[in-house]
């Protein structure tokens, strides 16, 4: 089973910087990068320190519903290119993370989730990926819940 892990699509990160409204209906908020923990959502890396960056609520699924998280994430401010692909992101950089898997109706199917050793993701997507009712996965932060990327069939 190959993988892929997906960031927010570019569209939608093309309207935060826009000024468009984050999933709590308010503009995303302006700041600068502190340190060097704050992982882009679109890049799948690192914002650099001392670098603008959005900070906004954001929910991962087409449509409200009631499994539909909506948490904090953070996003370059500039324009960044879309990282994604076979190979477990460095932003991930975390000792564990909690891996989810859903449906094809966007709901949490349960007895998927389970805070996952970073060097295991790529094997435990895959394993969840096997499975014909996991439509795709979610690495989330083990500490918080944030959503970090989508993990899909490649």
């Known amino acids: 089973m190959t993988i892929h892990f997906t960031p927010i699509p570019t569209e939608t990160v093309r309207a935060y910087r ?21 992982p882009c959502r679109h890049c799948l890396d690192m914002i650099p320190q001392g670098a603008a960056m959005l900070v ?27 990282g994604g692909g076979p190979n ?9 993370y909690i891996l989810r898997g859903y449906g094809s109706d966007h709901r949490i199917l349960y007895g998927t989730g389970a805070v996952t050793p970073t060097p295991d993701i790529p094997a435990r997507a895959a394993l969840l990926l096997s499975d014909p009712n996991v439509a795709y996965a979610h690495v989330r932060s083990a500490s918080n819940n944030c959503f970090h990327a989508a993990i899909n069939r490649a």
């Not at 999933?23 to 704050?38: D, H, L, S, T, V």
């Not at 906004?56 to 290119?81: K, S």
């Open 18 to 38: 826009a000024g468009g409204l984050d999933a709590n209906g308010q503009p995303p908020e302006r700041a600068i990068a502190a340190g060097a923990g704050y």
């Open 56 to 82: 906004l609520a954001h929910r991962p699924f087409p449509m409200p519903q009631p499994y539909a998280e909506i948490g904090p994430i953070f996003l370059c401010a500039d324009d960044c290119a879309a």
């Open 88 to 96: 477990l992101p460095a932003f991930l950089n975390s000792p564990a």
